[in-house]
């Protein structure tokens, strides 16, 4: 890790890209938008898909849609 007391630009640096960050999420959230969506849905499970598939070959799978 680099030390940042001997690079202090290097800080300085990151503090104004930390702050132009916040500065854009206040600008989304001005605007009403949902910042970070969670809007993925599950259809299906891994052991149900397991107990279907796990006697399957790869290229039997691979041919599978």
């Not at 007391?5 to 001005?30: G, S």
């Amino acid at each position: 890790m680099t030390d940042q007391t001997q690079h202090p630009e290097m800080e300085l640096d990151e503090n104004q890209l930390v702050a132009e960050r916040y500065r854009k999420l206040a600008a989304i959230r001005e605007r009403e938008a949902v910042v970070f969506p969670n809007d993925f849905r599950r259809t299906h499970w891994a052991a149900d898909l397991h107990a279907v598939h796990d006697e399957d070959s790869k290229e039997a799978l691979a041919d599978t849609p």
